[in-house]
């Protein structure tokens, strides 16, 4: 009826105006997270065609490492483009701007990406034999008492502080960030330390401590938390490595290590030199990424859109290499974008000034390359399509889909060559 339209329209508007009211109480650091949260959804940005592109490939394959290079790829494209706007910069102090980038790239990429991941562990697991014989050591472990385990003067959590600390770990696989992961292992490690120290009487060192955590660990029984171990190690921060937090990652990590060799002589006493060497790698590998990348590094990408005349413009990230020619990225673009007849399409150069189709021989990467050391860069595009084809009716659709107003985004060559051997293409678009 006329009266229920204009309640609700009523409602609206006191709705948006409570709305602008509870924006303005938002802390600097949370509007910042939100502007960015909305670019990343925008698929019309380059950075939120970026994001979204991204979510879908890890869907399909699922690699730690490569998400945590994708984190750290595009905190360092945030910094360097003028995509956002507001800039960053005004949105908070620039001490603040790695960790709330970090905090923001969390929740935009790892918060809808962590029930994947959680299941791609769990499958890989049950698939190597790992998760059954991990709950068959658990089960051993479980019988052996303290003194078995390494422990020798504390004395073991009563069955009221075993259960609290079972609920922290179990609480650690609803969340998404590393960061708050790290958090709450800390609240556990400092839990059982406390626990020593209160039935003893006295303090004890990190030779004391890696027995009775492996104890504990082993009666609360929580197997998936080798799964979380993983995720925390492979997607916290490198900055944080070094803290509080790192140290008893790595140790949470040792225990697992000795649950996991329960059953062999004398296991649950040391650290194997295996555990040893696989902690000393797994860190150096880790710091070695604490160095962001510049925007020279990236030389790896291209974003190409196809013109069709009767369903408008779609634009995909292609994986390009700098020496790659016209007739090479047609090729990709055939396959990427199912073309029927490749040989009836092109590769084309719209900027300003124009569109040109691009020689077959000539290489794209270079030419991008010159049109962004220029000293005025212009917007310009790539786009595949047929020669013969007149479709300036495509014109505001390609525009609405490429973003003039973003600066493409040159993906990381250096960072990326060790994973680029062995996946075919890091994007799946």
Known sequence: SAGAVVIHKALKGKLRKMSGVFQSLLTPEKRAVRRLLELSRDKNSYFG??????????????????????????????????????????????????????????????KPLKPVLTLALHEASVRSGAWAELRENLNVAKTKMPAEMGVSDAAPPDHVSLEKIRTKLLSISKLYSPEKKVQRLLQVCKLIYAVMEDNSGRLFGADDFLPMLTYVLAQCDVPQLDHEVLYMMELLDPALLNGEGGYYLTSVYGALSLIKNVREEQAERALSSQTRDTLHQWHRRRTMQRTAPSIDDFQNYLRVALQERDSGCTAKTLRVRPQATVEDVCSLCAVKFCVDEPQEYGLFLETDGGRQQLAPDTHPQKIKAELHSRERPAAFHFIYRRPQDVLDHCQKDLVSNLNPKAKPVLFLHGVFSVWMKELTVFLTL
């Not at 592109?53 to 910094?79: A, C, E, H, N």
């Not at 949105?91 to 980038?101: F, H, K």
């Open 49 to 110: 065609g970026l994001v979204q592109d991204f979510i879908s490939y890890v869907t399909d394959r699922g690699l730690l490492q490569t998400v945590r290079q994708f984190l750290t790829q595009m905190k360092s494209y945030l910094q360097q483009s003028s995509e956002l706007q507001p800039p960053l910069e005004s949105l908070i102090p620039d001490e603040q701007t790695e960790r709330v980038l970090e905090k923001a790239m969390h929740k935009l990429v790892l």
